[in-house]
């Protein structure tokens, strides 16, 4: 299969442009404004609409509208977006509360927006790193975006040491490291919720 046709899932595509960006918020960011002005089309495995979300039809293979990215909320973690009804509307995709699992965008796009560099830079003889620190940083950049900046550095600490721990095998040791590069993704991360709320 080429790319041109090849879908991979939103998470994936996160992951891709999070190597590339380095920084979680940035990523998100990023990724969500392609979606929303529609430079990266989007479908949905699994869909489901209704008139509240206690009142749900399935749907499947269902393209994804713009406005969802900028009327719902986005799991990038999870590839799934969520969207309350708008009482009143007209149009399909604002009367009815969204629930969009599986969402998928294609790999060839993906590639365009964000393409990989062609060199890997020279390995300077050091060790491999021994945990996925950008994993873990994602996971705080979409933390952030679903609950927004906690009010102390220490809680970003304590996630990305939750986060190694569930899905790592274990924390890192170095706890000097977890707070460095915890305050450094605090740090980013509220200029990110700043831009956001226009600040």
Known sequence: MSNEEQ???LASAYEHVLSIRRFPERAHHELLDKLRSNELGA???SMRLGLSFSDMSESVDRPMSSYLFQAGQTDFANSSLT???AAGSRNLWTLHAV???QIEVLLQEVLNIWPKEPLKPA?????PEEHNWPAALAYCGWWVARHGLPNKKARL???IIEWFE???GGAPKDEK????RASRAYDELAKWVNRENGV
């Open 7 to 9: 879908w991979i899932s």
């Open 43 to 45: 479908r949905a495995k």
């Open 83 to 85: 969207k309350p009804a």
């Open 99 to 101: 629930e969009a699992t």
């Open 123 to 127: 390995n300077k003889g050091g060790r």
């Open 157 to 159: 600490a304590e996630l």
């Open 166 to 168: 569930k899905e790592d």
């Open 177 to 180: 490291e977890i707070r460095t």
